[in-house]
């Protein structure tokens, strides 16, 4: 709709890949999500089912052909070193994710008939999956 109305936008590449999949947990998240800070990025849990939840882990662009080429199994290893085992053991399901960060910002928010609102507007990094927040 944006492109409709010529509205351009700002954009900055924050060099980062956010890896989004579900993940099988072998204890129960009691419908909680969990977030941990790194010096790379961030890797949250987001709690669906009862040993289902969303796992979101940001990380630096020029680390994905090396966590790309990883099977499952070496996947789960790693988020699961970074983690612990607060959620007991890690299985991911077949389908990952993969999608590059950017911050974008529209030059205008308002035109003739159109209000641009949440990610219309402007897109930000998505820490712990919370951008629908703002």
Known sequence: MANKFNITYKQYSYKAIAMSSKINTTVFHNNCAFEKFLSSGSLAFLPLQFDISA????????????????????????????????????????????????????????????????????TIHPIAGQGLNL
């Open 55 to 122: 796992v979101i882990w940001c990380f630096p662009e020029n680390q994905f052909s090396i966590i790309r080429s990883w099977n499952q199994k070496q996947l789960s290893q790693e988020i699961q070193s970074i983690f612990g085992s607060n959620l007991g053991s890690l299985h991911f399901f077949e389908n990952q994710q993969y999608t590059k960060l950017n911050l974008k910002i529209a030059n205008q928010h308002i035109s003739h008939r159109l209000v641009l609102i949440g990610n219309s507007a402007q």
